[in-house]
């Protein structure tokens, strides 16, 4: 199993968000997170746009990867790329 640093985005800023987004190549519309032709990102598991409020970035072995923070994306994170949770 990998292991993996988790840093929240709870206390972060939506404009620092915003910043970091533009960093990793998304634009926003003020609440969803976009793609560079305006189109919302949507959650790989949920199918759901991502919410700029509501949103976490994990590492994948191609790039990070932004989901909705709910249990049911995490848990299918967790699993897709064998990540083991130490508490």
Same mark, same amino acid.
């Given at each position: 199993? $990998?292991? #993996? %640093?988790?840093? *929240? !985005?709870?206390?972060?800023? $939506?404009? *620092? @968000?915003? *910043? &970091? &987004? +533009? @960093? !990793?190549?998304?634009?926003? %519309?003020?609440?969803?997170?976009?793609?560079? %032709?305006?189109? +919302?990102? !949507?959650? $790989?598991?949920?199918?759901?746009?991502? +919410?700029?409020?509501?949103?976490?970035?994990?590492?994948?072995? +191609?790039?990070?990867?932004? &989901?909705?923070? %709910?249990?049911?994306?995490?848990?299918?994170?967790?699993?897709?790329? $064998?990540?083991? #949770?130490?508490?």
């Amino acid at each position: 199993m $990998k292991k #993996i %640093d988790i840093i *929240s !985005l709870a206390d972060v800023s $939506k404009k *620092s @968000k915003i *910043s &970091l &987004l +533009r @960093k !990793l190549g998304y634009n926003n %519309d003020g609440v969803y997170v976009t793609l560079e %032709d305006g189109e +919302r990102l !949507l959650d $790989k598991y949920t199918l759901e746009p991502v +919410r700029i409020d509501d949103m976490m970035i994990l590492p994948t072995p +191609r790039g990070p990867i932004i &989901l909705n923070n %709910d249990i049911f994306s995490l848990m299918e994170y967790l699993e897709e790329y $064998k990540i083991e #949770i130490l508490t």
